[in-house]
Nanobody, 119 residues
Framework: QVNLVESGGGSVQDGGSLRLSCAAS?????MAWFRQAPGKEREWVGT??????NYADSVKGRFTISKDNAKNTLYLQMNGLKAEDTAMYYC?????????????????RGQGTQVTVSS
């Protein structure tokens, strides 16, 4: 069983930065961030595997995913935020033996944290 709790969302102006956190309990391997804006489908943001991170083209160069293994916490550093980044951001995690690949959303998912970017 894996529980995930996101935090760090908020309201910022265009061009601003935020750092989201996803605290996990239980054994996690791959972890990923997704987002969903009102009226839109959920969108993959990026995935952190054992050694590498992959990102959606829409955030590449602006967002960075990292993990503190000692704290079992995933981070999403978001710089150069744009109005189109406004969404609820979720983290999802795989556990031992599960496939790890970009764009996979596993059944373990947090409740989300809201990011609002105003222009």
């Amino acid at each position: 069983q894996v529980n995930l709790v996101e935090s760090g969302g908020g309201s910022v102006q265009d061009g601003g930065s935020l750092r989201l956190s996803c605290a996990a309990s239980g054994s996690t391997t791959c972890m990923a961030w997704f987002r969903q804006a009102p009226g839109k489908e959920r969108e993959w943001v990026g995935t952190l595997g054992a050694a590498t991170a992959n990102y959606a083209d829409s955030v590449k160069g602006r967002f960075t995913i990292s993990k503190d293994n000692a704290k079992n916490t995933l981070y999403l550093q978001m710089n150069g935020l744009k109005a189109e980044d406004t969404a609820m951001y979720y983290c999802t995690a795989a556990t031992l033996g599960w496939e790890c690949a970009p764009q996979i959303e596993w059944i373990y998912r947090g409740q989300g944290t809201q990011v609002t970017v105003s222009s």
